[in-house]
C-alpha cells in the first residue's frame, strides 16, 4: 500500500537526516517534505458509533431537542480522513480530506512536528423553516456539500487544524465558512482518552445573510424584522471530548461543548429576538473500533 501511494500521489519526497557520530540511530535527526502522504503514514484507523444528546433547534435557537448523531472517524494518518458529525454545528454532516503536501520534522522514532495540506470536502445539513415556528417564513436552505480546503499543524499532545468550503445558503447562493480549531489530547492507562479545545469561525456575507439575515421579502412573510448581516467572525466556543475504553473493541463517547454567536449572528433577529447567543450541546454514546 505504501508503494502504491509513493506512485500515485507522490510526485516530490525530499529527506534530509542529520545525526552526529556520538549518537545512535534513535537520536537521528530526520526532516522531510514532499508532494503526496507522509512517508511515515500510520495504520489504518477506523471508529464508528451513534451518540444521541440535546441540540438546538437551529443555531441560535433557545430551545433544544434530543437528537442522534452518527460517531464516525475513519483515517489514515498523514494520508487521508473521514470523519462523521459532532456537536459543533461548523462540523456539518461529515468531512473528508486528503494530503497533498507534508512537512514534518522528526527525532529518532518520535514525530515531533507534522503539517499537512490538501483538498477538503464537508457535507452540510441546512435548515428547513419546519425546523422551529421561529423560522416559518425565511425558505429552506438545502442540504449541500462543497469543496475547500485544509491546513493541519500537529505538535506532540497539540493539534491546530483550519477548513475552508462553501456551501448552499438559500436563494441560489453560495457562502463560505472558515473555521478554526485548536485541541489538546491525553490519556492516561486505564483506558480515558481526553481532548480539550477551543474554536472559532468566520463567514463571507452571503453565508451570514442565508442564515442570519432577514430580507424584505423574508420579513412579510415572517414574524422578523428586516436584517442585513455581514461577512465577520459568527462563533467562538470550548469543547471537551472523552473515550472510555470499555473492551479492545467498544468505548463509551462523550462531548459538550459551550458555543457563543458573536457580531451580525449574535444581532440577528433569529437569535436576538427569538433565540439565544449562548448555544450548549451534548452527547454520549458508544463507538466501536475496527
Known amino acids: 500500500m505504501k508503494t502504491l501511494h509513493n506512485t500515485i500521489f507522490t510526485t516530490l519526497i525530499v529527506v534530509i537526516s542529520v545525526s552526529a557520530p556520538a549518537y545512535s540511530q534513535a537520536n537521528a535527526k530526520v526532516l522531510s517534505a514532499g508532494i503526496g502522504f507522509s512517508d511515515y503514514s500510520q495504520p489504518f484507523q477506523a471508529k464508528i458509533g451513534l451518540g444521541i ?26 494520508a487521508y480522513f473521514l470523519k462523521g458529525a459532532s456537536i459543533n454545528t461548523n462540523d456539518g454532516l461529515a468531512s473528508a480530506g486528503l494530503t497533498i503536501f507534508h512537512f514534518s520534522y522528526s527525532k529518532g522514532s518520535d514525530h515531533r512536528l507534522q503539517f499537512e495540506i490538501g483538498p477538503f470536502v464537508r457535507a452540510y445539513g441546512g435548515r428547513d423553516e419546519t425546523d422551529s415556528e421561529v423560522l416559518s417564513g425565511l425558505g429552506d436552505i438545502d442540504r449541500s456539500a462543497g469543496i475547500g480546503g485544509f491546513m493541519e499543524f500537529s505538535a506532540g499532545s497539540w493539534l491546530a487544524y483550519v477548513t475552508m468550503t ?62 442585513d448581516s455581514k461577512a465577520g467572525l459568527k462563533d467562538v466556543g470550548f469543547q471537551v471530548k472523552a473515550s472510555y475504553t470499555l473492551s479492545p473493541r467498544w468505548s463509551l463517547e462523550g462531548q459538550a461543548g459551550y458555543w457563543r454567536l458573536l457580531n451580525d449572528a449574535a444581532d440577528s433577529p433569529v437569535v436576538k429576538d427569538e433565540g439565544s447567543v449562548d448555544q450548549v450541546r451534548g452527547l454520549v454514546g458508544f463507538s466501536y473500533q475496527f
Open 166 to 227: 462553501p456551501q448552499d445558503v438559500g436563494d441560489d447562493k453560495e457562502g463560505n465558512l472558515a473555521t478554526f480549531d485548536i485541541e489538546y489530547t491525553t490519556s492516561n492507562k486505564d483506558g480515558l482518552k481526553l481532548s480539550t479545545g477551543l474554536s472559532t469561525s468566520w463567514a463571507d456575507d452571503d453565508y451570514m445573510q442565508g442564515y442570519f439575515g432577514v430580507t424584505n421579502a423574508q420579513a412579510t412573510q415572517s414574524r422578523l424584522s428586516r436584517f
Open 53 to 78: 444528546g440535546p441540540v438546538s433547534e437551529y443555531e441560535g435557537s433557545g430551545k433544544y431537542g434530543a437528537i442522534a448523531l452518527p460517531l464516525v472517524d475513519i483515517r489514515k494518518p498523514g
